[in-house]
């Protein structure tokens, strides 16, 4: 599986179905709102779409699944919620991990995870452990994520490991040092539940992705609305800077020389686990 390549730096391949799937899941209270139901009923009911996001995924041959389940700023939220959705987050791992294992799942869990309790980050590093040798699907879930935490905290640790070259960094070097380094950048991003923004996630990494906003609540987002959220990004082109006629007189043009020539030692970089902070590599 590819890791990242910046879309900014290289033209990346546009395949029908896309490679990667980043997805804010919002509206699991307003769903149970709706229901007169109290607003942990939802995000419970949103683990089990979860669950079927996952196995459309695998059905489509999607690579890489990247869920958006709790942000920095969600701390904000009553308190009562916050401890539901901790708890919640403790269940899932203990029911699901299996079941992940078990269909080829690869789990990776990103954000600060220090604000954890030190349990839950035991439970986390044994999740990431147990999955780490899975290659059909990289099921990514962003916990205590936010996007500027993530650019900082890339540049902090690209600054203490590489500090004679402040002032000449470039894309490559702090690439490594994102929390989502192994994967490539999404090519479609999903945000149910009605909003248009992005809300602090993947700042980064979408730089290019095609988005898809729908009204769908997360609890309803089934296998039929992906479908369409997947047919929507088949009629976007991706034209990354270039014109249409450029596309469509060369949709893969080769990288140069001198292109190849930083990614050979990108990768080399990759080889080398820069990233020593629990949770964010098992």
């Not at 990514?140 to 905290?153: E, F, K, M, S, V």
């Not at 600054?159 to 380094?181: F, H, I, R």
């Not at 950048?185 to 909003?195: A, H, K, N, S, Y």
Request: some cysteine.
């Amino acid at each position: 599986m590819a890791r990242f390549v910046s879309s900014t730096e290289t033209i990346p391949a546009a395949a029908r179905v896309p490679r990667h799937v980043a997805i804010i899941m919002d509206g699991n209270g307003r769903w149970a709102k709706k229901r007169f139901m109290p607003r942990v009923a939802g995000h419970t009911r949103g683990v089990e779409t979860v669950r079927e996001m996952v196995r459309a995924c695998l059905e489509r041959g999607i690579e890489y699944l990247t869920l958006f389940a709790f942000s920095s700023e969600n701390w904000r939220r009553p308190e009562e919620e916050v401890t539901l959705l901790m708890q919640l987050f403790v269940k899932a791992l203990r029911h699901e991990v299996v079941k992940l294992h078990r269909n080829g799942v690869r789990l990776r869990i990103v954000g600060d995870l220090s604000r954890f309790d030190v349990s839950l980050r035991e439970m986390i590093a044994s999740a990431e452990e147990k999955t780490a040798g899975n290659t059909r699907l990289v099921l990514t879930i962003c916990a205590n994520y936010g996007g500027r935490w993530d650019i900082l905290q890339a540049v902090n640790r690209l600054a203490l490991a590489n500090p004679e070259k402040a002032g000449q960094w470039q894309e490559s070097d702090l690439a490594p040092y994102l929390s989502m380094s192994y994967a490539p950048e999404p090519d479609l991003f999903i945000r149910t539940g009605g909003e248009e923004r992005i809300s602090n996630f993947l700042l980064w990494q979408l730089a290019y992705t095609e988005f898809y906003f729908t009204g769908t609540l997360w609890p309803e987002f089934n296998d039929a609305a992906l479908e369409l959220a997947i047919t929507s990004y088949r009629e976007r082109e991706r034209r990354f800077g270039r014109t249409s006629e450029q596309l469509l007189a060369d949709p893969h043009p080769p990288v140069p020389a001198s292109r190849q020539a930083a990614l050979r030692t990108e990768a080399a970089g990759f080889d080398r686990d820069p990233s020593p902070d629990a949770g964010l590599d098992a």
